[in-house]
C-alpha cells in the first residue's frame, strides 16, 4: 500500500508517542531501591577516588619541592653553619660566658627562618621545622616562627615571634623576641628517618597532616685545640641522606646525619568543606585503628556506623575494588557510606570516607519518575490533538518548498557542465508565496541563497590571493635554500628528485626544474648512482637518519663530502621519500690529518726523550759504578786513618747522591710513561720502619732536632714494595729535618679505619714537623716537577723532584699525600696505604756484618765487561771474597773463555762491541753440557724494568744494576751459588754517625755529662774531642758515645751536640 506523506506522519507521530509512552515505564521501573544504592555507591566511589588521587598528587608535590628546598646549596650550607655554631657554642661555655656564640647561633637560625619562610609561602606549606642533632632548634608557620638558643648553663630557652598582618615574619628583629613555649603540635624530637620519607598524622584532634621529613648529611670534622686555639668543627661533603643520584651523595667514614627538616600541610575542616562543596557528599579521614578521626561538624557519624571494626583497616589496593561500602541507619538517618584505605609508599594508611543521605536520593528520584509519568501523558494527548489539527496546513508548503530546492539542484549540474560560467549563478531566489512559518522558511532560504553566493564569490577572491601569496612564499623559500652553503635535495620513494636546490643543480649541471622528475642514474655514473639508492634504501627501510663521509675524485683533485640523509614520514609513519644535505668537509679532513701527523710527531719524540734519558743513565752509571764500587771496597779496610775514612764517606755520598738523582729522573720518566711497577714482597714493617727511623734521628741530631718515631699495634708482616716506601719516607722526613731549625721531626704510623677483612690492613702514615711551613701559594706549586718553594736562600741542593715522585709512588700503591701546613706553624704530610698482610712474621734485617769468605771449595767467577774500570773493581771484590776470577772484553771473547775455564758463575754486561750480553747469553744456553746451566747475572747499567725483563727472557738467572751495591751482590751470589758466608763484624770507623748503639747502651756517669753538657753550651770542640777519649779510656763500653761525639765535633755541630748529651741526660 502506497502511503502519503500525511498518513506516514501520522503513523510516525502515533509511534513515536507510544515510544515514549514505553521509555517512561522503563524509566519508572529503572529507579528502584538497589538501583538507586548502586548508583549512590558509584558516585561515592569516584569521589573517593578523584579525593585520593588529589592527595597524592599534593604528596608528591609536597616531597618534590621539599627535596629541592633543602638541597639548596645555601640552605645546605645554613644547616652546616649551624652545626658549626652551635659545636663553638657548647665549646665556648666549658670555659665561660658564651654570649657572643648564642649571638651568632641565634643570627644563623634566623637567617635559616628567612630562607624557610620563602619555602613555607611558595610551597603551600603549613609549618616547617628544623631538627639539629635530634632535637628541635627552629620553626616557621604562617602565624610564627621560633627557634630554641642556648643560655649557658641553664639549657636552652624557646624564642617566638608572631607574624604580623602581612603574613611577614620580624626574623630581623630576633634578638627581641618573647620567650615562649614550643609549639604543642610539633614533635620535640627528630623522626628517625634514612632518606626523604613521607609519614601521616593527627597533630590536634579537628585535623590530620602531611609531613615530609629530609635528612641531611655530612662529614663533620672535629680539629682538636692547638696552642690557645679552641677546638674547632667542620661539616662537609653535604648533602641530603639516602637520596640516589643526588649532588655529592657520600658514604664515607665519618659522614653522619645532623639535621632534619620536616615540613607540614595541615588538612583541617576548611579542606574537608572544600571536599564537601565540591562532591556534595560529607566527607572524613580515619587512622587506621580508629583512634583518630576527622568529620565536618552535624555530620559526623559514629566510627561503627562507617564500618571501622568490621575487618583489618590495611593499606589494601589504590583502585575502586579496595572501597568498602555499606548502607547504614544511624541516629541521624539512613546513609549510605563508604571507605578508601590509603597508604604513600609504605607509610602509615589513612581511611578516607564519604557519605550520602539516603533519604535525599530517593526524594529526588520519587520526584523525577513522577515528573516523566505525567509530563508523558500530556505530551502524548497534546501531540495527538495539534499533529491532526496541523498536519494538512504543514504538508502542503512544505512540497512546494521541496520542489523549489530540487530545482536549485538541477540548475547547479546544469551550471557545472557549462565552462566559463560563474559557479554562484545556479544560486536563484525562491518563488514561495505563504503567510505562515513555510513562509518564512522560504525568505530565510533566500536569504541563506543570497549569503551563499556572496560567500562564493568572496572565496574565490581570497583563493586567488592566496594562490599568489604561496606563489611568492615558495619564491622566498627557494631563494633561502638556494643560498645555503650545502647540497640539499628532497626525494620520493621511488628516487626521484621532488626538488632540488641551486647548488644541487649546479652540481649536476642542470637547471632546479630540470631536476624534478629525474632519478640518480639520470644524474650520476651508475656506479655512483646505484650508492645512492642503497643509502636512500637503508634510510627509508631503518626509518632512521643516516651520515656518511667519502671521497670524491674530479679532475680537479679529491674532495672529502659529508651527506646526511633522512626520511620524510606523514602523519601515520609512512615513508613518503628521503631528504638530504651535503657539504664539503675537505678543510677539515686536512685539519685531522694535520693532527694525526703532530700525534705521531709527538710521540717520536717522547720515544726519543725516552732513549735519550736511558743512554743519558747508562752512560753516568757506568763510572759511578767503579767510584761506588772502589768507595764500599776501601771502606772495608780497618787500616784507614779518620781523614781517609771521612774522604771515603764524602766519596761515598756524592756518588750516592749523583745516582739518587739520576735515578729521580729515571723514575719521573718511568712515571709520566706509566711504566714504573711495583715490586712486592714481604717486609717485617716495625724493623722496616726502625731502620729508616734510625737514619733520619742521624740527621736530626746533626741539627739538634727531636725525632720521635711512633708505630705501636702495626701489623708484623705486609706485602710492599719496601725500596718505594723507603723512598717516599726518607724524603718526606728528609725535607722535614731540612726545613726545620728548631723543635721536633715526628714519625707516626698507624692503623687507620678497619678493613672489609683481616688479610689487609689499611695504615697511616704522617711525618709532623715544626719547621717554617707553607702558604698556600707555596702549596699549591708543591708538588710541580723540578720546584721549590722554599725562599732562595734556605734551598740546599736537589733537583725538586722528590715530592713529586713520592706523590706519584703513592698514588701508584693506591693513596694519596695530603699536606697540612701554616706559615710559621710547621707541616704535616700524610698519606693511608692498604696493604695485604703477611702470612706469619717475616725475618728482620741481618746485622751490618763484613763478608770476608764463604765456606767450602773454592769458586770461579768469569767476569765480562768491556770497561776495564768495571771489570777491574769487581774482580778485586771477588778476589777479597776468596773467588777465582778470569775476565773478557765482549761476548764472543766470554764464549771462548767460559768453554776453557769452565767458571761456576758468568757477571755479564749488557752493552758491548762484538757481541752484547742479551746475544753472548743466549748462546751460552745452547751449548752442550753444564756449560749451559751455569749461572749468569746480568750487570748492567741500563737498569729499566724492560732490560730485566729481556735478560730474564734471554735466560739469565738474575739482574743487578749498576752502581753495584756491594750487600745486593753478595745476596745475589748467595742464591745463585748456594754460599753460606763467613762473617766478621765490622766496627764503625770513628767518624761514622749511623753505628748502632748498644741496647741498651750503656751511659757515664751524670757528673761526666754534666761537664760534656759545659762544653757542648761553649761550643769548645776541642775539649770535647779530648773529653771524648777521656770516656773512652775511663770504660770501653762508651767508645759508642766517644765515636760520635768525634763525629760530631768534626763537623762543628754544637747544636746535635747539645741536643745529644741533653736527651741522654733526661733519660
Known sequence: MNFGIKRKLLLVLAGVLAFSGALDALLA???????????????????????????????????????????????????????????????????????????????????????????????????????SRGELSHYVSEHEAGMALPRGGAGAVWLSAPADAGGNLPTREWPAWREDRPPADIARQAPRVAGPQVSFSFPT??????????????????????????????????????????????????????????????????????????TGHWPAIFSPDGAHQQQLPGAALPPRDWGLGDSPAGAGGAGPSAIRRRSVDSALGPYYVALLPWQFEGQRPLLLGMAASRVNTMHNVRQTVTGILAAAGLTM???????????????????????????????????????????????????????????????????????????????????QARTAELRQQTRYLRALIDTLPLVAWIKDADGNYLAANQATADACG?????????????????????????????????????????????????????????????????VLGTVGAARDISERKAAEAAR??????????????????????????????????????????????????????TIQESGQHLLALINDILDLSRIESEKLELSLAEVNLPGFLQVVADIIRVKADEKGLLFTYDGAALPPSVRLDSKRLRQILLNLLGNAVKFTDRGEVVLRVRRGAPTSDDATARLRFEVRDSGIGMDAEQRSRLFQPFEQV????????????????????????????????????????????????????????????????YEGARRKVLVVDDMRQNRAMLVDLLTMLGFDTTEAANGLDALGVAARVEPDLIMMDLMMPVM??????????????????????????????????????AGASAFVAKPIEQEVLLRTLEAQLGLRWVYEAAPAPEDEEDGEEPEPPPLPPPEEMAVLHRLALTGNMRKIRQHADHLKQLDPRYAWLARRLHSLAANYQSKAIVALVERYLES
Open 205 to 278: 584532634p579537628d585535623s590530620s597532616a602531611i609531613e615530609v621529613a629530609v635528612p641531611v648529611q655530612g662529614q663533620v670534622i672535629d680539629y682538636p685545640a692547638e696552642l690557645e686555639a679552641l677546638p674547632e668543627r667542620a661539616v662537609t661533603q653535604v648533602a641530603i641522606a639516602g637520596l640516589d643520584g643526588g649532588r655529592d651523595n657520600v658514604s664515607a667514614a665519618g659522614t653522619a646525619t645532623f639535621a632534619t627538616v620536616v615540613f607540614r600541610k595541615r588538612i583541617d575542616q576548611a579542606h574537608l568543606r572544600a571536599i564537601a562543596g565540591k
Open 596 to 649: 694525526d701527523a703532530a700525534l705521531h710527531q709527538a710521540t717520536r719524540l717522547a720515544r726519543l726523550r725516552s732513549e735519550f734519558i736511558a743512554q743519558m743513565s747508562h752512560e753516568l752509571r757506568t763510572p759511578l759504578n767503579a767510584i761506588l764500587g772502589y768507595a764500599q771496597i776501601l771502606r772495608r779496610d780497618r787500616r784507614l786513618t779518620e781523614q781517609q775514612a771521612n774522604g771515603l764517606a
Open 916 to 953: 752484547d750480553g742479551l746475544e753472548t747469553t743466549r748462546r751460552i744456553r745452547l751449548l752442550p753440557g753444564t756449560l749451559a746451566r751455569v749461572p749468569i747475572v746480568i750487570v748492567t747499567a741500563s737498569a729499566s724494568q724492560g732490560d730485566e725483563a729481556n735478560s730474564l727472557a
Open 381 to 463: 494527548a497534546l501531540s495527538i490533538a495539534i499533529g491532526v489539527f496541523w498536519l494538512g496546513r504543514i504538508v502542503n508548503p512544505i512540497l512546494r518548498l521541496t520542489a523549489a530546492v530540487k530545482d536549485i539542484s538541477r540548475r547547479r549540474q546544469a551550471t557545472a557542465a557549462m565552462d566559463g560560467q560563474n559557479p554562484a549563478d545556479y544560486l536563484r531566489p525562491l518563488a514561495i508565496e505563504a503567510g505562515d512559518e513555510i513562509g518564512d522558511l522560504g525568505a530565510a532560504f533566500n536569504v541563506m541563497i543570497a549569503e551563499h553566493r556572496q560567500a562564493f564569490e568572496t572565496l574565490e577572491l581570497r583563493v
Open 790 to 853: 722554599s725562599a732562595p736562600e734556605r734551598r740546599e741542593g736537589g733537583a725538586g723532584l722528590g715530592l713529586v715522585i713520592s706523590r706519584q709512588l703513592v698514588r701508584l700503591m693506591g693513596g694519596e699525600i695530603t699536606v697540612e701546613s701554616e706559615p710559621g706553624r710547621g707541616s704535616l704530610f700524610w698519606f693511608e696505604l692498604t696493604l695485604p698482610c703477611g702470612p706469619g712474621r717475616a725475618r728482620p734485617s741481618r746485622e751490618r756484618l763484613n763478608a770476608t769468605g
Open 29 to 131: 521501573s529503572y529507579y528502584t531501591r538497589q538501583q538507586n544504592q548502586e548508583s549512590a555507591f558509584a558516585g561515592l566511589g569516584r569521589d573517593l577516588l578523584a579525593w585520593q588521587n588529589d592527595l597524592r598528587a599534593t604528596t608528591v608535590h609536597m616531597r618534590k619541592v621539599a627535596v629541592a628546598a633543602v638541597g639548596d646549596l645555601i640552605v645546605l650550607r645554613q644547616l652546616a653553619e649551624l652545626e658549626v655554631f652551635a659545636f663553638q657554642f657548647a665549646v665556648a661555655a666549658k670555659d665561660g660566658p658564651a654570649r657572643e656564640q648564642a649571638r651568632t647561633l641565634g643570627y644563623g637560625k634566623s637567617v635559616s627562618l628567612n630562607r624557610l619562610s620563602l619555602v613555607l609561602r611558595t610551597g603551600g606549606y603549613s609549618s616547617i621545622a628544623v631538627y
Open 510 to 574: 642542470r637547471g632546479t626544474d630540470e631536476m624534478v622528475g629525474l632519478s640518480d642514474f639520470d644524474l650520476w655514473p651508475r656506479a655512483l648512482a646505484l650508492q645512492y639508492r642503497a643509502d636512500d634504501a637503508d634510510v627509508m627501510a631503518s626509518g632512521r637518519p643516516k651520515t656518511v663521509e667519502e671521497a670524491l675524485s674530479t679532475p680537479n683533485g679529491t674532495y672529502w663530502i659529508e651527506t646526511f640523509k633522512g626520511p620524510v614520514l606523514d602523519e601515520d609513519g609512512t
